[in-house]
């Protein structure tokens, strides 16, 4: 009688824990859909955050990383503090591309400056230090709606990740799909592709035959082919959205959109503190992170943001009204 009891008592608890691990993991699978943790894979640095299932899809992100700022230009490299063996920036042997390099420039190895002097920029910015890279071609303008469409329509919308590189559902999106064909809103044609995931922009520039820039390969190209100095007074368009690439501020060799137009996705992790810890060669970034980083800063964007050196960031699986990309190819 007594191990009758036992048992009868055994079952009863092993009865009561299922069903609580089960409505327990109940509870969590839908506070994990409510967090955004359904949109996307297991890996919490990938996942997309809140916004995605409360009806802000595609944020402007016009800000910066928290901390302290100091919202002013680069100094000319003339006037900045000297150190021992400065190196001096010399674009002088800058090239148009052709070929598989069409509508690309190319960047000279050697070495340049990044990051900001001690008073300057953010925290993220410094030290200000030098770097070595390879040479490399940039693309002159962003990828544009007509382009980033064509690709969709030859490899589909579903990028490396398992999710719509492109978010098509928001009303503010430059791309509709019609009969089963994305083309570009009327009038967007010519303006650079936004509401993309880093996944989608990555695997473009690999279906085009490159890559994204490094962070360091986009601040050298941006010193090197800006004819002057980014202002904070920076003239923005009328519109609440990027104007065509081909009518963006001018640099060397016609490239354009460099500032302001918007934010740049690059191949990097984002590091508080990697510039002290990073090798000063080719650069690539962390190893791993939480966010990607994004250079150039928007048409919304404060003034604090449209620098060179200014280092931006978001989640790769996130999508973006301010937020496109270029190409790089080695």
Request: hydrophobic fraction near 35%; include cysteine.
């Amino acid at each position: 009688m007594r191990a009758l009891l036992i048992l009868v008592t055994l079952v009863f608890i092993l009865t009561f824990a299922t069903y609580s691990s089960v409505v327990h993991g109940k509870n969590n699978q839908e506070k994990l859909s409510a967090s955004g943790g359904a949109f996307g894979a297991g890996n919490s640095l990938l996942i997309a955050p809140n916004y995605q299932d409360e009806g802000f899809s595609c944020p402007l992100l016009p800000s910066c990383p928290s901390g302290p700022s100091f919202p002013l230009p680069p100094v000319p490299r003339s006037a900045e503090p000297t150190k021992e063996s400065e190196v001096v920036s010399s674009p002088s042997n800058l090239a148009e591309g052709s070929g598989k390099y069409k509508g690309m420039i190319l960047i000279p190895a050697g070495p340049f400056e990044m990051g900001s002097p001690d008073g300057i920029g953010r925290a993220d910015e410094r030290p200000w230090h030098t770097v070595y890279l390879g040479d490399f071609y940039i693309s002159k303008h962003e990828v544009t709606n007509a382009e980033f469409c064509r690709f969709l329509n030859k490899q589909g919308e579903i990028s490396c990740d398992g999710l719509p590189s492109v978010r098509i559902d928001d009303e503010s999106s430059p791309i509709i799909k019609v009969a089963g064909t994305f083309q570009p809103r009327p009038g967007y044609a010519d303006r650079p592709v936004t509401h993309i995931s880093w996944f989608g922009a990555s695997d473009y520039a690999q279906w085009a035959g490159g890559r994204l820039p490094t962070s360091a390969q986009w601040e050298k190209a941006a010193l090197y082919t800006t004819i002057t100095t980014p202002k904070d007074n920076v003239v923005l368009s009328a519109e609440e959205q990027p104007g065509p690439v081909y009518t963006s501020d001018s640099g060397v060799f016609q490239i354009t959109g460099m500032f302001g137009s918007v934010w740049e996705w690059c191949s990097d992790w984002y590091g508080r503190d990697y510039y002290a810890l990073s090798p000063s060669q080719n650069p690539l970034g962390p190893s791993l992170g939480q966010e990607k980083i994004l250079r150039s800063g928007s048409w919304a964007s404060p003034v604090s943001s449209r620098r060179i050196q200014n280092v931006h960031k978001a989640v790769p699986r996130g999508y973006y009204r301010t937020v496109g990309f270029r190409v790089v190819k080695d």
